[in-house]
């Protein structure tokens, strides 16, 4: 019986690595526990300071709760591939637009590839990739392929200044990842002002210092979209409104102003996007709202409309360092921002060239301000105003430093549990827990008596484990990760429920409980073997599969089946040898 | 104690009726299917989701009423705890400009009830179109790899026979949802990602059960005629019954649990599990191990198990 001696130090030694493992959890709880007892705040901060290490270091190695039962968002963002690819091509026609524009409904329906849909698309139009992208000798594969670098790229760019944008608001444990060839999937707990959390991230960050076109020019194509617009078109117009023309929602007023009410604001743009519109453009010229509405005497909001180049006199990529102040008169929130050299001789040579002219700071495609050049400026200095709160000054600054993105980049999954559901959720958790681990272990003693009770000492040590296994990977427990312990209990005392009927009927078959016993657990096994291994199977296809909350579930499942192979089989075995040996057990023992 | 001992039923010879049981069961659901369809919730629609909870108790009339006033559209439902609401609407890339107006409406039109927003989900178009992707791939993945590993383990009918039984389960299981889904406010049975995951488990239960009537067989037909088969069949289902039904009481009773505790994330994967379990108990007794003894009746030579040989 050497077997003996080394089941029991196995059984000796798993415990005690499954406790040791989770006495961080413990300890945070416990420390938890003594902060709260603490009357005023002085007390909890004096304790938090003392025991800043253990504290932290409970925190790190304890059991981790998800998102769910503490209280954060999930969020899934995807990289806008298709402007991306826009970006690269090098001469767009309004055929490739169109093309584009298509592939951009498709991709936005689906979870295909979008490098394989453009290819089909071009392909269907008989088009070679090379006539818009990269070299004309390259074979279609070639761009494909390069096309191919250039999304992963900007995915790592995207998931690294996403990273430094969070890093900068100063988020506990985020955790950001991509996934496949556009997605970032980002995980961050216990985030109080989400609303900021999302303008944070969904902004691409793009600064450009546009120059405004001459004087009169905005007025000359105002007037010029107005008629086209106006005039009866030739497809039979389905917009009754679009017919009145331009200057129903735009109002021009002065020399050189002109302005949209903030309640036409989406429909104009909208209008203003029109080819018809976007046809009776000056040539490397667009027209930009203002970000922010102005308060108008009569009380509108009025954004208003500025007519720019296309092409940026300068852009972001020379932006060292910004910071959020207040204005000149302590009242207007800004952003100061400074260049690196090369952006500063440009900026020099920019603004000393066009002294008298107005220069526009756009951001996202929305104008902040567009400031009368006064002088040449030789430090490199600028400034954004027109920002309504410090908060958005303090948000302007994390984005500018963090970085442009490589192409904008959406929200397309959101998971948000608020912290009072959070907590009422751990409450479910729990409550299932114990109910569930009671419910089986009453019926196990009831029905099978002492095997019973070794049924349960087995299911304790198998919920120890694959809580110890949580803890010690790292991962986290969320609600359908409890769901799956409380399911995992039922089903683990399958294998002793197998070995006790298996048992039962060797004893009425008349053989001893020594001889029942080690036939009973001998037969049963490969029943037991089988059934785990199928069980398995579909938890971990769950886990390659599922994601999120899902994956949660497959994993306690999954530690919980395969811990029972060894708690139900060694653990409840090695108790009977104990109990045999001592002529605890008779032929009465298992009821 | 013990309920099931030396029982003998003939299982085999009531497998017609059985039979007939279960096609009435699939019909019915399959005919929901085409009839109802399904629910689909947002993790497959896509879509967003809001529960609300107020601080004291608010007709859904009202809150219906001044939502449609506010101009959100999409629908409003008890949600299942208390003084809660489910919002589902449209997905649109900003929450923000949807927490928004729904706070705007509800500030305005109920002052002196205070609300919160406890939960929001969000699910575009493409997310939900490779969820549901990856929602068949895994199913596909389950069947194919039980079917491989009980092949290997027993014989390739036996595997085909528990296959076709997880097929019955999930099916039947499937059509309850289509039969029920809606018809009870605190739970609308949607298909989610949770259901999807109620699917895997009720097929790793339904194949164990079934792989554990086999085991018996497979020990029992060792060097016997052919003519003996079904007597071995209802044998060894017999014999195994007992465990069948116990292991059957322990996981319902948790999942029982969870029904009642867990909360409503968690109510549909708890019901369609129970369902599951219940379906899933009774198929590998009246379909997969008939629907193998069938077949290799009908192959005439005598079968050869996998394991039976040895030992």
């Known amino acids: ?170 988020v506990a444990e985020p955790m950001i990842t991509t996934q496949g060839n556009r997605k970032i999937i980002i995980e961050l707990p216990g985030i109080s002002d989400e609303n900021r959390m999302r303008n944070l991230l969904k902004g691409t960050a793009k600064l450009e210092f546009r120059l405004l076109r001459e004087k009169g020019a905005l007025q000359r194509t105002l007037d010029a979209i107005n008629t086209a617009l106006s005039a009866p078109s030739s497809s039979g117009s389905s917009n009754d409104a679009a017919n009145n023309g331009l200057y129903s ?38 027209l930009l709202l203002a970000a922010r509405a102005d308060e108008a005497d009569d009380g509108s909001r009025l954004y208003s409309l500025y007519l720019v180049r296309k092409t940026p006199e300068l852009t972001g990529g020379v932006i060292t360092e910004a910071k959020a102040t207040f204005g000149s008169q302590g009242v207007q929130p800004e952003v100061l921002m400074s260049m690196n050299s090369e952006g500063t001789s440009k900026w020099a040579r920019i603004t000393g060239a066009n002294i008298g002219k107005r220069i526009a700071i756009v951001l996202d495609g929305a104008v902040y301000s567009a400031p009368v050049v006064q002088s040449k400026i030789p430090n490199g200095n600028s400034v954004i105003n027109g920002i309504q709160s410090l908060e958005e000054a303090k948000d302007l600054e994390i984005v500018l430093k963090a970085g442009a993105l490589p192409a904008p980049v959406r929200i397309v999954e959101e998971r948000t549990v608020g912290p009072s559901l959070g907590a009422d959720y751990i409450r479910a958790g729990l409550q299932s827990l114990i109910w569930g681990f009671s419910a089986v272990v009453v019926f196990m003693i009831f029905y099978y008596r002492q095997g019973g009770l070794a049924a349960d000492v087995a299911l304790v040590l198998n919920v120890l484990i694959v809580l110890s296994v949580l803890a010690g990977f790292n991962a986290s427990l969320s609600l359908p990760g409890i769901a799956g312990i409380v399911l995992t209990m039922g089903m683990a005392v399958d294998a002793n429920v197998l070995i006790y009927e298996r048992i039962r009927e060797e004893l009425a078959a008349g053989r001893s409980i020594t001889s029942a016993l080690s036939e009973g657990y001998d037969r049963a096994f490969s029943s037991i073997l089988d059934s785990h291994v199928t069980t398995l199977a579909a938890a971990f296809l769950l886990y390659t599969y599922g994601i999120g909350p899902i994956q949660g579930f497959a994993v306690t499942l999954m530690i919980g089946t395969a811990a029972s192979l060894f708690t139900a089989i060694v653990v409840t075995r090695e108790i009977f040898r104990l109990l045999v040996s001592k002529n605890l057990m008779s032929s009465k023992s298992f009821g | ?262 909360g409503p994330a968690i109510r549909a994967f708890a019901f369609a599990v129970f369902a599951g379990i219940l379906v899933g108990t009774y198929s590998s007794v009246f379909v997969a191990a008939p629907l193998a003894f069938e077949w290799i009746k009908r192959s005439k030579a005598p079968v050869k198990l996998r394991g039976s040989q040895k030992a």
């Not at chain 2, 289902?237 to 007992?242: A, D, H």
């Open chain 2, 1 to 262: 104690m013990r309920i099931f001992s030396n029982t003998s039923i003939d299982f085999l010879g009531r497998r017609k009726i059985a039979y007939a049981i279960s096609l009435l069961l699939l019909l019915t659901g399959l005919v929901s299917l085409a009839v109802r369809g399904l629910n689909y919730g947002i993790d497959f629609r896509g879509g967003s989701e809001v529960v609300l909870r107020f601080e004291q108790d608010v007709p859904v009339g009202e809150l219906r009423s001044v939502m449609r006033d506010a101009g959100v559209s999409g629908t409003i439902k008890q949600y299942g705890m208390d003084r809660s609401f489910l919002l589902s609407t449209v997905f649109n890339g900003d929450t923000n400009e949807l927490k928004s107006l729904i706070s705007g409406a509800l500030n305005s039109h109920l002052k002196g009830n205070p609300f919160e927003i406890v939960r929001i989900d969000a699910v575009g178009p493409s997310i939900a179109s490779d969820l549901k992707w990856s929602a068949f791939k895994a199913m596909g993945a389950a069947l194919l790899a039980i079917l491989i590993y009980v092949g290997i383990r027993f014989e390739l009918k036996f595997a085909a026979a528990g296959v076709v039984a997880i097929f019955h389960d999930v099916l039947i299981v499937l059509g309850l949802f289509s039969l029920l889904g809606g018809v009870f406010e605190v739970m609308p049975l949607e298909m989610d990602q949770s259901i999807i995951a109620a699917f895997l488990t009720i097929a790793g239960y339904s194949i164990t059960d079934t792989v554990v009537v086999y085991d018996r067989i497979r020990e029992n037909i060792r060097n016997r005629k052919p003519s003996e088969y079904e007597q071995i069949f209802n044998e060894s289902m017999n014999r195994t019954l007992s465990r069948t039904i116990i292991t059957s009481c322990t996981t319902l009773l948790t999942v029982l649990v969870l029904f009642i505790f867990a």
């Open chain 1, 249 to 286: 929602f735009v109002q021009v007023y002065g020399s050189d102003n002109a302005a949209v009410r903030a309640e036409n604001r989406e429909l104009a743009s909208d209008m203003l996007k029109r080819p018809e519109a976007l046809s009776q453009l000056p040539p490397d010229s667009e």
């Open chain 1, 1 to 170: 019986m050497k077997n003996k001696r080394y089941n029991l130090l196995l059984i000796v030694g798993v415990t005690l690595l499954a406790l040791w493992s989770l006495v961080p959890t413990w300890k945070e709880y416990s420390l938890g526990k003594q902060l709260e007892a603490f009357s005023s705040p002085r007390d909890s901060l004096n304790f938090v300071l003392n025991h800043r290490d253990e504290i932290e270091d409970a925190r790190q190695k304890g059991l981790k709760l998800g998102l769910d039962l503490k209280g954060g968002m999930h969020l899934v963002m995807e990289v806008d591939q298709i402007d991306l690819f826009m970006q690269k091509a090098w001469n767009r026609d309004a055929k490739f637009d169109a093309i584009m524009e298509e592939v951009g409904r498709q991709a936005a329906a689906t979870d295909a590839d979008v490098i394989d849909l453009v290819s089909a698309a071009f392909r269907k139009q008989n088009i070679r990739l090379s006539r818009y992208f990269y070299d004309i000798r390259n074979s279609d594969s070639e761009i494909q392929g390069k096309l191919r670098k250039e999304a992963a790229d900007a995915l790592v760019r995207a998931r690294e200044i996403i990273r430094n944008r969070i890093d900068q608001y100063g």
